[in-house]
């Protein structure tokens, strides 16, 4: 079993989506580690804010099936792939980390280049897995978090899903 970290990301809709993508997740993968919910500006365009996450599980299905399975996740949730790339989405779930898997695996590339470059990536994926080593740099996800110099705003919002508290906008 591999121990994979996804992100998820939605800003239409946002709520809506993510608890579906949860939902599917833990349907299909069982226990999942989540990191707190964080809303953000758009990168790359002008457009509604989004609500970003990580969620950690393990799987067995090699790399490029649950690339599949997370598209299908995407593609039930409305998911449009046409038009520009940098758009507004219903629901976005990226690989993030598989094991420690390096390289184009399937033609999914890993670990993903944006743990590095965004804060919405990096940040949730420290929170649930601070000591984890970047497969490439060997750098644990919360060195990296705190050498994180780039100008992009999140902040922590409250969100529940099955009940509980997934996160507070005010960290108790």
């Known amino acids: 079993m591999a121990q994979v970290y996804v992100s998820v990301g939605s800003n239409i809709e ?14 299909r993968f069982g226990a999942l580690a989540i990191s707190p919910v964080y809303e953000s500006e758009a990168v790359g365009f002008e457009g509604d804010h989004f609500l970003n996450l990580v969620v950690g599980f393990a799987t067995d299905l090699p790399v490029g099936e649950l690339a599949n399975v997370l ?6 949730n409305g998911r449009v792939r046409t038009g520009q ?3 507004g989405r219903t629901l976005d779930i990226d ?8 390289g184009d695996i399937d033609g999914v590339t890993l670990p993903r280049e944006e743990i590095l470059h965004n804060a919405f990536v990096l940040l949730p994926l420290a929170d649930i897995a601070p000591q984890q080593l970047h497969p490439q740099v060997g750098i644990c996800y919360a ?6 110099s780039r100008p ?7 969100f529940s899903w099955r009940g509980a508290c997934v996160s ?5």
């Open 14 to 27: 946002r709520e809506r989506h993510v608890t579906a993508a949860l939902d599917a997740l833990a349907d």
């Open 71 to 76: 598209r299908e996740v995407e593609n039930a």
């Open 85 to 87: 790339r940098f758009s």
């Open 95 to 102: 690989i993030l980390t598989y094991g420690d898997c390096v």
């Open 143 to 148: 060195d990296l978090w705190h050498q994180y």
């Open 152 to 158: 992009q705003k999140l902040w922590p919002v409250d």
């Open 168 to 172: 507070r906008k005010h960290p108790a």
